[in-house]
């Protein structure tokens, strides 16, 4: 089965989408993600898309999907290398991406992802109430 690489950085996950995307490839790299992001402990997912010249409806909705996933695992989604034709088409479907950022290239969406982390990590945990006697 055709699978994409998932990269670790640190406390990033790196995708780098050098192929097209089919249906059943995104299905994959969803659950692959999902499951490495749990493994990991990984706190950020870069995806870079800059070699997609083609995104679809269902494309969209699985990188939304992947965002809200890896957003409710407690890690950060950053979509780096939209080309402009990509961008355009999401549009022109109606699709948002809700909870997906983007930037323009991977130095940018590293950047992005490393402040965002940081900002987190400063904020203190608040005890559980429901641990208290």
């Known amino acids: ?15 780098t989408i050098q192929v097209d995307m089919h249906d059943q490839l995104a299905v994959t790299l969803q659950d692959d993600l999902t499951a490495r992001i ?4 990984a706190r ?9 010249e083609v995104v679809d409806s269902f494309i969209g909705r699985i990188l939304g999907n992947i965002a809200t996933m890896s957003r409710v695992l407690d890690a950060q989604t950053v979509v780096v290398g939209m ?3 990509v961008a355009i088409t999401l549009v022109e479907l109606g699709m948002s991406l809700p909870g997906i950022r983007t930037a323009l290239n991977v130095e940018k969406g590293m950047a992005l992802l490393q402040a965002s982390i940081e900002a987190d990590d400063a904020v203190p945990e608040v005890p559980d109430a429901s641990l208290e006697d």
């Open 1 to 15: 089965m055709e699978r994409i690489p998932i990269l670790r950085m640190g406390k990033v996950l790196l995708v």
């Open 38 to 41: 749990v493994d990991s402990g």
């Open 44 to 52: 950020g997912v870069l995806i870079d898309i800059s070699s997609l």
């Open 83 to 85: 080309q402009p034709a």
